[in-house]
């Protein structure tokens, strides 16, 4: 079974704080997306990354995929209120034989003005 | 800008009644998906389907779901006789290819 770990669970930081959120697997995994997901709406796709060492950066917000692409990494500069929000790693395992994307726990961040 | 839309937004239903949720997805997407979101917990999921059959499915997808696309455009979950541990947020997604793209889902509640 796989599974993606992510950490912290939790994490509450005043505005202008910067943040990591790890996550984390045993498994492989041919590409690895993050999500930001608002309560009692869909999943919203951030980025993907592919290849493993890939740095992506998107504003203010770094998403590193580990060498290994068993592990990513997100970093937030200078967090805002509005990046407020459940933020999820989802990676489609080497070994499916298709598209799968294995979720992982999340991170509820809220950023304090 | 393209999106996956999914109908009902919110469905209540009698425990052993059948539902049909119903996902328009992106266009010219190839891989669909489903996947459910218990309150509080984790997204997980059930089903992939590709060229008109299931290419991989979860231990939750068992004989009571049944996915099915009717026509080019619609992509359909059913569950027979829901029971009430089938309350959950309902997601269809597509793709193109590895990055997946999310509805807004579908609420169900089973009383």
């Known amino acids: 079974t796989q599974l993606l770990e992510q950490s912290p669970q939790f994490l509450s930081i005043q505005e202008g704080e910067n943040l990591t959120v790890y996550c984390n697997s045993s498994?492989?995994?041919?590409?690895l997306q993050w999500y930001r997901q608002e309560p009692g709406e869909g999943p919203v796709l951030l980025v993907t990354v592919v290849t493993g060492g890939e740095v992506k950066k998107l504003k203010r917000l770094t998403f590193q995929f580990g060498d290994a692409r068993k592990d990513s990494s997100l970093h937030i500069t200078a967090a805002q209120p509005g990046d407020t929000g459940l933020y999820l790693c989802?990676?489609?395992?080497?070994?499916?034989?298709?598209?799968?994307?294995?979720f992982g726990t999340g991170t509820r961040l809220k950023v304090l003005a | 800008e393209p999106e996956v839309t999914q109908t009902p937004s919110h469905q209540v239903t009698q425990m052993g009644q059948e539902v049909i949720l119903r996902c328009v997805p992106i266009s010219n997407h190839l891989y669909f998906y489903w996947y459910r979101q218990i309150l509080g917990q984790k997204v997980e999921f059930l089903v992939s389907f590709y060229n008109n059959e299931i290419s991989e499915k979860s231990e939750i997808f068992d004989d009571q779901f049944s996915v099915e696309r009717p026509d080019g455009s619609n992509f359909t979950l059913k569950i027979r006789s829901t029971k009430l541990e089938d309350s959950a947020m309902y997601f269809c997604?597509?793709?193109?290819?590895?990055?997946?793209?999310f509805g807004q889902g579908t609420r169900l509640t089973v009383v």
């Open positions: 997604a597509s793709s193109p290819n590895s990055e997946a793209f």
């Open positions: 498994s492989v995994f041919s590409s």
């Open positions: 989802a990676g489609d395992p080497i070994t499916s034989g298709t598209y799968k994307y294995i």
